[in-house]
T-cell receptor
Framework: EADIYQTPRYLVIGTGKKITLECSQT?????MYWYQQDPGMELHLIHY???????EKGDLSSESTVSRIRTEHFPLTLESARPSHTSQYLC?????????????FGDGTRLSIL | KNQVEQSPQSLIILEGKNCTLQ??????????LRWYKQDTGRGPVSLTI?????NTKSNGRYTATLDADTKQSSLHITASQLSDSASYIC?????????????FGRGTQLTVWP
C-alpha cells in the first residue's frame, strides 16, 4: 500500500496569494516527483528530486519552486498564484533501484485560482 | 508531439464484458512500459510493468501484452466490474540516458455500466 500523502486535497484561492502544496512519503524513497495534470491530458513532469538537497526542473516549464530538505518531504510553492496555475498537481515517489519510474502517487491537490 | 498514443479515448461497456485498450508508442530506445489505473480524484496506481523481453503479463483480471517490434501494447480486462471504471494510462520509459525519461499517454476513460 502506497504511503504518500498530499495536502490539501482541494484549494480554491485568489490571485496573487502564495501557495504551498505539501507532499510526504513514509517509504524512505530517494526519488520524488511533481506532475501537473489537466483533464483529459497526459501528466507533465514539472519538478523532480533524486535526494536531499537535489532538485531539478522537469519537462514542463513551471513558475513553481520545490525544496527537498528531508527525504520524506517535497513541498511545492507558488509565490504568486495566477488563474493559469489552475490544475491538478500529483506528487510521486520511487525507489532508486527501480529506475527513474514513479511507483507510488499521491491522490493529488486540485488547485483553482480565482 | 506525444510519443504515446492511446485508443480509444473513452469506452463504455456493460458489467461482465471484456474489453481491450490500446497503446502505440514511438519512444526509442525503449526500456519498459507500464499501465496505470487512475480512479476519479485519486492518483494513478501501477497495474503492470513490461520490459523489452516480455510479451504478456497478468495481474488478476488485467492482462497486458507488448509487441516491441511494432511498438504496441494492449491491456485486456476480463469480466469487467463496476470498480474498473477509471482512466487507464500507458507510460513508456526510455533508456536514452542513465536517468531515463517517462512518456505518458492521455489515458482511456473506461466506464462500466451495470
Amino acid at each position: 500500500e502506497a504511503d504518500i500523502y498530499q495536502t490539501p486535497r482541494y484549494l480554491v484561492i485568489g490571485t496573487g496569494k502564495k501557495i504551498t502544496l505539501e507532499c510526504s512519503q513514509t517509504m524512505g524513497h530517494d526519488k520524488m516527483y511533481w506532475y501537473q495534470q489537466d483533464p483529459g491530458m497526459e501528466l507533465h513532469l514539472i519538478h523532480y528530486s533524486y535526494g536531499v538537497n537535489s532538485t531539478e526542473k522537469g519537462d514542463l516549464s513551471s513558475e513553481s519552486t520545490v525544496s527537498r530538505i528531508r527525504t520524506e518531504h517535497f513541498p511545492l510553492t507558488l509565490e504568486s498564484a495566477r488563474p493559469s496555475h489552475t490544475s491538478q498537481y500529483l506528487c510521486a515517489s520511487s525507489e532508486s533501484r527501480q529506475g527513474d519510474q514513479p511507483q507510488h502517487f499521491g491522490d493529488g491537490t486540485r488547485l483553482s485560482i480565482l | 508531439k506525444n510519443q504515446v498514443e492511446q485508443s480509444p479515448q473513452s469506452l463504455i461497456i456493460l458489467e461482465g464484458k471484456n474489453c481491450t485498450l490500446q497503446c502505440n508508442y514511438t519512444v526509442s530506445p525503449f526500456s519498459n512500459l507500464r499501465w496505470y489505473k487512475q480512479d476519479t480524484g485519486r492518483g494513478p496506481v501501477s497495474l503492470t510493468i513490461m520490459t523489452f523481453s516480455e510479451n504478456t503479463k497478468s495481474n488478476g483480471r488485467y492482462t497486458a501484452t507488448l509487441d516491441a517490434d511494432t511498438k504496441q501494447s494492449s491491456l485486456h480486462i476480463t469480466a469487467s466490474q463496476l470498480s474498473d471504471s477509471a482512466s487507464y494510462i500507458c507510460v513508456v520509459n526510455d533508456r536514452g540516458s542513465t536517468l531515463g525519461r517517462l512518456y505518458f499517454g492521455r489515458g482511456t476513460q473506461l466506464t462500466v455500466w451495470p
